[in-house]
């Protein structure tokens, strides 16, 4: 038989067992980029399926339907990454700052691009409200009607860009194709040399405002313009 000190050897050994079945039922913490692909898988297949499907999507125009998933996959990764909000937390006030700071910040492309933002969003929250799927889109829906002339200004403007938008527009307006590794490279070593010559002052990137912060999840970012 076994004596008081094996019992409670026992028992111990017992606790530590439980303690450790516990921990291994507890899911480990997701990742920043796993959570970002489960929002947009969210949004473009279950919430962008439906969408496609309804009236408000048939309704746009052939050049805003073609840009819809990506409009709709770059609103989702900003939200998320600069203001830490997943789809259902998404609302009016940062659906504002999304649209008419990052889209304009981040996004290396022409005006027929931007045109599209303001109907396709308007459309995919029209969408989302008429089937319940998100508690502030009809708010979001009202508001955004009235950010088209901001967003198509911003996007124009140099001072609104970030450094990586800066680059690849200079880029662009030089000739060089962006998506030819050797020639970005050889861009970079010519365009640093000019720089080295001329004087920081000469930079594109001299007194350029700061890029906004990834911040996941938790408060919003402090924009430094």
Not at 66 to 81: C, H, K, R, V, Y
Not at 104 to 132: N, Q, T, W
Not at 138 to 165: F, T, V, Y
Not at 197 to 217: E, Q
């Amino acid at each position: 038989m076994a004596g008081a000190s094996d019992c409670n050897r026992i028992i111990r050994v017992g606790e530590s067992m439980m303690k450790i079945r516990k921990k291994r039922t507890i899911p480990p913490k997701q990742s920043p980029e796993t959570v970002l692909n489960e929002c947009l898988d969210l949004v473009i297949f279950d919430w962008g399926e439906g969408f496609c499907a309804s009236s408000h999507f048939k309704n746009l125009s052939e050049d805003e339907r073609l840009q819809s998933e990506s409009i709709a996959g770059f609103f989702t990764d900003f939200m998320f990454n600069y203001l830490g909000l997943a789809p259902l937390e998404w609302d009016a006030d940062a659906m504002k700052e999304c649209c008419v700071h990052f889209f304009p910040e981040k996004m290396s492309e022409g005006p027929d691009f931007f045109r599209c933002i303001v109907p396709v969003l308007s459309a995919f929250f029209a969408y989302l409200d008429e089937h319940h799927l998100q508690k502030n889109a009809a708010d979001m829906a009202r508001e955004i009607k009235n950010l088209h002339e901001r967003i198509m200004e911003q996007s124009s403007n140099p001072d609104c860009w970030g450094m990586a938008k800066r680059f690849i527009m200079a880029a662009r307006s030089d000739g060089i194709d962006v998506m030819d590794s050797k020639a970005v490279q050889k861009y970079i070593v010519a365009y640093n040399q000019k720089v080295l010559r001329k004087g920081p002052a000469s930079s594109m990137f001299y007194n350029a405002p700061h890029d906004s912060k990834v911040v996941y999840k938790g408060k919003k970012t402090s924009r430094k313009r």
